[in-house]
């Protein structure tokens, strides 16, 4: 059966969400999940987050999405050890380190991979099933056709979203929140820069395209594809930072849709709750233009009706969906909104009304004009019947007893119920009935009082004999059963763990620091060939998302867990700065894979690295293979979606070039050859001058982009000698140049 997945950033939205059907929760904590701003659940709520939700046969995954520090490792693992001993069904995981951990220790709890780990393919869902995964979350641009391929290939269970907020970029490789606010999307503190406003500048002529939310992509709703849907594992609705009532809202619709009982009001009805506009996502392949909704980042509503008289400050609205009294409505005005709640609604005559189908008058200070149009924010009746649903029981569980009931014996009840048997007697004997024994119709209305458990009572069996059992007894014995039957539910579930395996020490001999280079076109290659460097990345690059693979000779630099299944046999590589390696059990886990070296993120500073260089040292008895990237625009996000096809430059593109601009900088955007895009770093890590301090890398990395032959000639001489140490004046510009993390801690 399909399971449909639901958010919960509260206990409220958790029962919110079970209230209205879902089959499985996930949440996150204080520490490691992907939405670090959400409520979240400490262990004490946690506790009571599993009874409420196992009672009820609902499954809790916990999200421990985020890349994992080396002096965090040890909180790390006592959370994991604990959500075990709780009893929470699987953990949803980004960093390798935190993979392993669950994998190598426990047997009942699962490891599912995040679509954090940017897995849109077979090859890689290959690799994570061969390496103890029992789920993998797919990434949002991976189309149904392929998810059914890849599911059919690989033979395990998958997650897809199916509603909800989209990233513009692929999941877990953005680090613009990071770089620009040192708020770290990959630490779950994403600032959401895709919601920002930029103006899109036509570089080659110097031109504005005009501002816009232009990377602010729609909200998915799949809604009218269920059917197609039923044969994945687990249907995910994005929204642990939504409030309870939204939650109700979507999982009660798609509850709805897969058992085949919604309506089109219904679907209306998701409306009514935040939503960005809807895209069908490219799940369903949408048009690149309709992904993004450029207008507005926040919740748009929907139109309800236009502006269509002024009276002074009395404004007419004529209707085409009804308006009530304390709904949330703006109106858009010379492209600004004026928002407000309806706290008095006038008809005609001026009298006023709780309701109006047709027209109606409101009266507020802000200038509009005849023709702006009128949209609902929040549906005040709407979510008072959200607020209702909220806590009740969306299904109850059979209750069947076998009654034993004897004058002189004790009272013996057989249950059975959640699956499982429980056995009451009573302490004290019963009594032989003078006049009146008890019936079953009695021991019937006594066992029916259930509606504060889950429970309903289904089959009773009893056979009168001439006893009599006192009401009193009958509560008492109901009260037992149920708890005993919750009891045994609870401490069904298994917590098992393993007994721990030596690992085999992994380490490499220190070599003399050299420099390999990253390029973008041929005339870089051209130019980092004359200037001597050996590895240089160009036609052997193996990307982390969008790949076909081909048939490629020599080593590789690979920036996908696909791309390292698929090449491991036959090609020597190193693993890119894309697989967010922070901690020494990262590395570890890629060179057992086969990795040469290992890239690591731009997200770690100095501190941090030393500390990773440490730990592995410790854990290996020797050094780890490592990459760093030490110059370049550092790629800000990739993206399937491409700004300027939205902007009517499809044809055009190719020839020119292009950036984004706000109040803090530029933007340079790359296109490549299949229209996906990368959105570059205004300035340029320039990280040069700290070589000769930086311990333990053997390759620094000279990231080349949109740099000339010339610019490409002059940064290696240049890079070359702070490395040799021929070179003693500072080479970085405090107006063009930033050290990124190097210096500062991201949180």
Not at 11 to 35: H, P, T, V, W
Not at 161 to 177: E, P
Not at 229 to 255: F, Q, W
Not at 358 to 374: N, P
């Amino acid at each position: 059966m399909t399971e449909l997945l639901a958010p919960a950033g509260s206990m409220e939205a958790l029962k919110a969400a079970i209230s209205n059907g879902c089959d499985a929760i996930y949440l996150g904590m204080q520490k490691f999940g992907a939405r670090a701003y959400s409520s979240n659940f400490d262990f004490e709520s946690l506790k009571e987050a599993v009874t409420y939700a196992h009672l009820r046969d609902v499954k809790i995954y916990v999200a421990m999405n985020t890349i994992v520090f080396e002096n965090e490792m040890e909180e790390m693992k006592e959370q994991i050890r604990q959500l075990n001993e709780i009893g929470v069904d699987g953990i949803i995981v980004q960093d390798l380190a935190a993979f392993d951990y669950i994998v190598e220790n426990f047997v009942d709890m699962e490891a599912h991979c995040s679509t954090q780990m940017g897995i849109d393919d077979a090859d890689g869902t290959l690799l994570f099933k061969e390496l103890g995964a029992k789920r993998v979350v797919l990434s949002r641009e991976v189309e149904i056709k392929k998810v059914k391929e890849i599911k059919r290939i690989a033979e395990i269970p998958l997650e897809i979203f199916v509603h909800g907020a989209l990233c513009v970029s692929y999941s877990g490789n953005c680090l613009m929140s990071g770089l620009s606010g040192y708020r770290c999307a990959n630490r779950g503190r994403c600032v959401g820069s895709c919601r920002k406003e930029y103006e899109l500048m036509d570089k080659t002529t110097n031109t504005s395209l005009g501002k816009s939310y232009i990377l602010s992509t729609k909200d998915l709703n799949t809604i009218d594809y269920t059917d197609d849907l039923k044969e994945i594992d687990s249907l995910k609705i994005e929204g642990r930072m939504k409030d309870p009532t939204y939650v109700a809202n979507v999982v009660s619709k798609y509850r709805l849709a897969l058992d085949h009982k919604i309506t089109e009001d219904d679907k209306e009805n998701l409306k009514k709750t935040f939503n960005r506009t809807f895209t069908k996502g490219y799940l369903f392949r949408e048009d690149k233009r309709n992904i993004t909704n450029i207008s507005r980042p926040n919740n748009f509503g929907y139109e309800i009706g236009t502006i269509s008289k002024i009276v002074k400050d009395t404004y007419e609205i004529t209707l085409t969906r009804p308006l009530n009294q304390n709904d949330n409505i703006r109106i858009s005005h010379n492209k600004e909104d004026v928002n407000l709640t309806v706290a008095k609604l006038y008809d005609k005559n001026g009298e006023l009304i709780n309701k109006a189908d047709h027209v109606c008058y409101i009266k507020i200070k802000e200038k509009l004009s005849v023709g702006d149009l009128v949209y609902k924010t929040k549906d005040y009746v709407y979510n008072k019947e959200l607020e209702a649903s909220l806590e009740k029981e969306f299904k109850r569980f059979s209750l069947d007893i076998r009654v034993y009931a004897s004058p002189d014996s004790k009272l013996h009840i057989d249950a059975e119920g959640l699956g499982h048997h429980y056995s009451y007697e009573s302490e004290e004997l019963l009594g032989e009935a003078i006049t009146n024994p008890t019936t079953k119709e009695q021991v019937i209305k006594q066992f029916s009082r259930l509606n504060d458990t889950i429970f309903e009572l289904n089959h009773v069996e009893f056979e009168e004999c001439n006893a009599f059992i006192p009401a009193k007894l009958l509560n008492a014995a109901r009260r037992d059963i149920v708890l005993g039957l919750y009891d045994l539910k609870l401490n069904s579930q298994e917590k098992r763990t393993k007994a721990l395996e030596a690992k085999e020490k992994i380490n490499f001999t220190p070599v003399q620091p050299y420099l390999t280079a990253s390029v973008t076109t041929k005339e870089q290659y051209d130019a980092c060939v004359s200037c001597g460097i050996k590895d240089i990345y160009f036609d052997n690059v193996v990307r982390r998302n969008q790949n076909h693979y081909k048939d490629k000779e020599g080593q590789l630099l690979i920036g996908g867990y696909g791309g390292i299944y698929h090449y491991r046999e036959t090609n020597p590589f190193v693993t890119d700065y894309s697989l967010n390696v922070v901690n020494a059990t990262s590395c570890y886990e890629l060179f057992k894979l086969g990795a040469k070296r290992v890239t690591l993120s731009y997200e770690l500073n100095k501190s941090q690295i030393d500390d990773l260089m440490n730990a592995y040292y410790e854990e290996n008895d020797g050094y780890p293979a490592l990459e760093m990237i030490a110059y370049g625009r550092t790629p800000l996000m990739f993206t399937k979606y491409c700004p300027m096809k939205k902007m009517n430059q499809c044809s055009i593109c190719k020839t020119r070039s292009y950036e984004l601009k706000d109040e803090r900088g530029t933007f340079p955007i790359l296109s490549h050859e299949d229209c996906t895009t990368t959105l570059l770093n205004g300035k340029t890590l320039n990280l040069l001058d700290e070589l000769q301090t930086i311990k333990g890398i053997e390759a620094f990395r000279l990231n080349f982009t949109v740099e000339s032959k010339e610019q490409v000639v002059k940064i290696i001489h240049m890079a070359s000698g702070k490395l040799n140490g021929s070179i003693n004046q500072a080479v970085f510009n405090q107006e063009t140049d930033t050290r990124g993390h190097f210096n500062k801690e991201i949180i």
